[in-house]
Structures are given as structure tokens and as C-alpha cells.
């Protein structure tokens, strides 16, 4: 089955800019969704269908794509963005969905 | 409003079996694929398999084959993820999600349940 890497640790100052890569075989055919994950509680859509936003979820979260590499940028990172982030996506060969390694977010 | 409300904690000891529900409200059940979901303590999210609803076909992931069963009882809007056989590091939180289009989007979650199975 196909894997989605990510990078395991990122930082971003209050107020930069920070893009998480997703990378996978599996990108080449179906787009990536992100999600945010915060300690003790259930992951939250923020991306999906490349660059779509769900109800309630900041413009500054958007998604692009490339190839084999999908990402999911922060422009402008707050305190409350501070978070573990991953991506899924569908699985190319298997029909089976996959989640990436997780990204975990730190502000400072 | 859309909610995924899920059963509580359980501990079983390995060997046994766990059924976790996952109760629908606020959209029609039928139409969402129902996503399966661990996580076991400090580590990622892994996908374990969906079920349809109306049909009750379901997909699952190779690791879990032969030892999960999804089923649902759409008079009730409740789905349901049964793992026998367990072992010490089933010990996990297990989400269900609702797929808002079969493109891998789980828009809404249920709270997760965490099972734990002492080695």
C-alpha cells in the first residue's frame, strides 16, 4: 500500500508563514485532505479536494498541490494553530485510504 | 447540527473482542460513507476501513482484514466497528468520521473511544 511522509516537526513564529508537505505516490491521482489535531481531541477537517475550506476554518489555512507532494500552508500562524497536522489522501492502488505521518506544529 | 456521538471507555483483556457504536444525527445516515480511525497513544492516525450505510458494503484496511467487522443499524443511525482477537497494542482511541464525498474528506468526527487491552 502506498505511504504519505511528512515531516515529523516544524516550527513558525507568531505571525509567519509555514508550509507542511505530504508526500506520496498517491497524490499523482487523488488530491490530499488536512486536518489539524489538537492534544486530547479528535482531528478537524481544514483542507480538503486540494485548496477548499471547510465552514469555520481561517483563510489563512490553504492547500496546493504538485506532483507527488501536496501541502498545506499558514499564513500568518497564530498561538491557537499550534498543532499536530496530517494528511490523507486515497490509497492508488488499493482503493483504501491512507494518513500521512503527522506534522506536529509548534508557535512560538 | 451534524454529531457523531460515540460508546464509552472499555477495557478488555487480549484475546477478547470490542464493539465500538458510533450514533448519527442531524443529516441522513444513508448517504455518507462512515469511516473507521485509530490512534494509539503518541502516535498517528491509522485508517482501518469504511462502511456505506445504505448498502452496507465495506472496505477494509489490509492490516485489520480477518479481524474487523463494520456493520450498521439504519433504523437507529448507528454504526458499529467490532475487533476481535486483541492484543495489547489495539490499545488506542477509535474515531469514526463521516467522508462529506468519498474523496478521503471526513468533515465530522465522533468524540473517540478509547479502548485498552493490558498486556
Known amino acids: 500500500s502506498s505511504e504519505l511522509t511528512q515531516d515529523p516537526a516544524m516550527s513558525v513564529a507568531l505571525g509567519q508563514t509555514v508550509r507542511i508537505t505530504c508526500q506520496g505516490d498517491s497524490l499523482r491521482s487523488y488530491y490530499a485532505s488536512w486536518y489539524q489535531q489538537k492534544p486530547g481531541q479528535a482531528p478537524v477537517l481544514v483542507i480538503y479536494s486540494k485548496n477548499n475550506r471547510p465552514s469555520g476554518i481561517p483563510d489563512r489555512f490553504s492547500g496546493s498541490s504538485s506532483g507527488n507532494t501536496a501541502s498545506l500552508t499558514i499564513t500568518g500562524a497564530q498561538a491557537e494553530d499550534e498543532a499536530d497536522y496530517y494528511c490523507n489522501s486515497r490509497d492508488s492502488s488499493s482503493n483504501h485510504y491512507v494518513f500521512g505521518t503527522g506534522t506536529k506544529v509548534t508557535v512560538l | 447540527q451534524v454529531q457523531l456521538v460515540q460508546s464509552g471507555p472499555e477495557v478488555k483483556e487480549p484475546g477478547a473482542s470490542v464493539r465500538v457504536s458510533c450514533k448519527a444525527s442531524?443529516?441522513?445516515?444513508?448517504?455518507?460513507?462512515l469511516h473507521w480511525v485509530r490512534q494509539a497513544p503518541g502516535q498517528g492516525l491509522d485508517w482501518m476501513g469504511w462502511i456505506h450505510p445504505s448498502s452496507g458494503a465495506t472496505n477494509y484496511a489490509q492490516k485489520f482484514q480477518g479481524r474487523v467487522t463494520m456493520t450498521r443499524d439504519t433504523s437507529i443511525n448507528t454504526a458499529y466497528m467490532e475487533l476481535s482477537n486483541l492484543r495489547s497494542d489495539d490499545t488506542a482511541v477509535y474515531y469514526c468520521a463521516r467522508d462529506r464525498d468519498a474523496s478521503s474528506s471526513l468533515d465530522y468526527w465522533g468524540q473517540g473511544t478509547l479502548v485498552t487491552v493490558p498486556s
Open positions: 442531524g443529516y441522513t445516515f444513508t448517504v455518507y460513507y
